[in-house]
């Protein structure tokens, strides 16, 4: 069974940035596209970015875009998502995700305290 593991999550002040990693355990794991979502307390879980298996083409929220930037180094298994000028808004769990395959993170907290 193929394991996601995120970290890299935390808390920061308004205006900082985080990146969070997510580990694929698997080894096909340049033959699928990647996800992050996240779920604020009290929210459904909603999409934050994608990006294609090879990481020529991204797409994100708009309430991210600009500000978040996706990407994935298939050599290391893993998929990043650099967070900057957060906002309060952006608190949450932050879960990557692949569609076609199923796989689920377990999720790592991200607080921005204003």
Not at 18 to 41: D, K, V
Not at 58 to 72: L, Q
Request: glycine share 14%; net charge positive; aromatic share 10%.
């Amino acid at each position: 069974q193929v394991q996601l593991v995120e970290s890299g999550g935390g808390l920061v002040q308004a205006g900082g940035s985080l990146r969070l990693s997510c580990a694929s355990s698997g080894r096909t794991f340049s033959s699928y596209a990647m996800g992050w979502l996240r779920q604020a307390p009290g929210k459904e879980r909603e999409f934050v970015a994608g990006i294609i298996k090879g990481g020529g083409s991204t797409v994100y929220a708009d309430s991210v875009k600009g500000r978040f930037i996706i990407s994935r180094d298939n050599a290391k298994n893993t998929v990043y998502l650099q967070m900057n000028s957060l906002k309060p808004e952006d608190t949450a769990v932050y879960y990557c995700h692949s569609r076609s395959r199923g796989y689920w993170g377990q999720g790592t907290q991200v607080t921005v305290s204003s």
